[in-house]
């Protein structure tokens, strides 16, 4: 990879999340490749004719690079899911929260396997700058969408 190459870093850390069997299993889906089309780069373009979630768009944060003199630095990629919650598991509130925790807490465990190893992407720290919380449904077109954000604070070489 060059010397801060984003789209490297965008592509690798797709590459990560498609490949987890969790978020395959929120997408429904039973190969990487149809849970990649699901992660978009930067972001997705939402209509209230198509509904769009399960989704994951992932973007660099761009107050976070820490570029060293070395030809190494930290970036950090954000990804931001947004997770539909089923009608079965919406009789509560607290039963929806039950729901998104179990998915964001399946996919940070995947992701702890997934990092680190020879070939994969290198993370230094995980951040969560937003917790799953409900997407207000009157300003998502009635969906029972959940949204919660991670941060990978990869190696850049």
Same mark, same amino acid.
């Given at each position: $990879?060059?010397?801060?190459?984003?789209?490297? &870093?965008?592509?690798?850390?797709?590459? $990560?999340?498609? %490949?987890?069997? #969790? +978020?395959?299993? !929120?997408?429904?889906?039973?190969?990487?490749?149809?849970?990649?089309?699901?992660?978009?780069?930067?972001?997705?373009?939402?209509?209230?004719?198509? /509904? @769009?979630?399960?989704?994951? +768009? &992932? /973007?660099?944060?761009p107050a976070t690079? /820490?570029?060293? =003199? @070395?030809n190494r630095g930290?970036?950090? !990629?954000?990804?931001?899911? *947004? &997770? %539909?919650?089923?009608? #079965?598991?919406?009789? @509560?509130?607290?039963?929806?929260?039950?729901? =998104? +925790?179990?998915?964001?807490?399946a996919i940070l #465990?995947? &992701?702890? #396997?997934?990092?680190? %190893?020879?070939?994969?992407?290198? $993370?230094?720290?995980? @951040? $969560?700058?937003?917790?799953?919380?409900?997407?207000?449904? *009157?300003?998502?077109?009635?969906?029972? /969408?959940?949204?919660?954000?991670?941060?990978?604070? !990869?190696?850049?070489?």
């Amino acid at each position: $990879m060059s010397a801060l190459d984003i789209l490297g &870093i965008l592509n690798n850390t797709r590459t $990560m999340l498609s %490949g987890l069997v #969790a +978020w395959q299993s !929120v997408c429904g889906v039973s190969t990487a490749a149809e849970a990649a089309e699901r992660i978009y780069l930067g972001g997705v373009e939402a209509t209230a004719e198509e /509904d @769009t979630s399960p989704l994951c +768009w &992932i /973007d660099v944060n761009p107050a976070t690079f /820490d570029w060293m =003199a @070395t030809n190494r630095g930290r970036v950090t !990629v954000e990804a931001v899911f *947004e &997770i %539909g919650v089923p009608e #079965a598991e919406r009789e @509560t509130y607290q039963d929806e929260y039950r729901y =998104a +925790w179990t998915q964001a807490s399946a996919i940070l #465990a995947g &992701i702890n #396997a997934a990092v680190n %190893g020879s070939g994969q992407l290198m $993370m230094r720290s995980l @951040t $969560m700058p937003l917790r799953p919380g409900l997407i207000n449904p *009157e300003d998502n077109d009635g969906r029972h /969408d959940w949204r919660f954000t991670l941060g990978f604070v !990869v190696d850049a070489i």
